[in-house]
């Protein structure tokens, strides 16, 4: 298992900070690849932080509703 994304991989993460840049003054990204190699960025340490926390908090709510797209598949088949 190694630890370094592929170069494609490398390349598409830097586009997409890149492009947060140009749009955003505050943004943290994070993505993991086929051989679970983690890679996260942010704008910075405090920034980075306070995003994960945040969206970690959301996604931990109780109210949060998830469609699957196979589920709906499934749904419509059925009818």
């Known amino acids: 298992m190694s630890n ?3 170069n494609r991989e490398e390349e598409a993460f ?3 900070k890149a492009i947060l840049s140009e749009h ?4 943290s990204i994070s993505v993991i690849d086929d ?3 983690l890679k996260y960025d942010y704008t910075n340490y405090y ?3 306070t995003l994960f ?3 970690l908090s ?3 709510k109780d109210d949060l509703d ?3 797209e196979e589920a709906e598949v499934e749904d419509e088949e059925e009818e």
């Open 4 to 6: 370094k994304m592929e």
């Open 14 to 16: 830097e586009k997409a």
């Open 24 to 27: 955003f003054p505050n943004w």
């Open 35 to 37: 051989d679970d190699c």
């Open 47 to 49: 920034i980075g932080k």
């Open 53 to 55: 926390r945040e969206a």
């Open 58 to 60: 959301e996604m931990n």
């Open 66 to 68: 998830l469609i699957w």
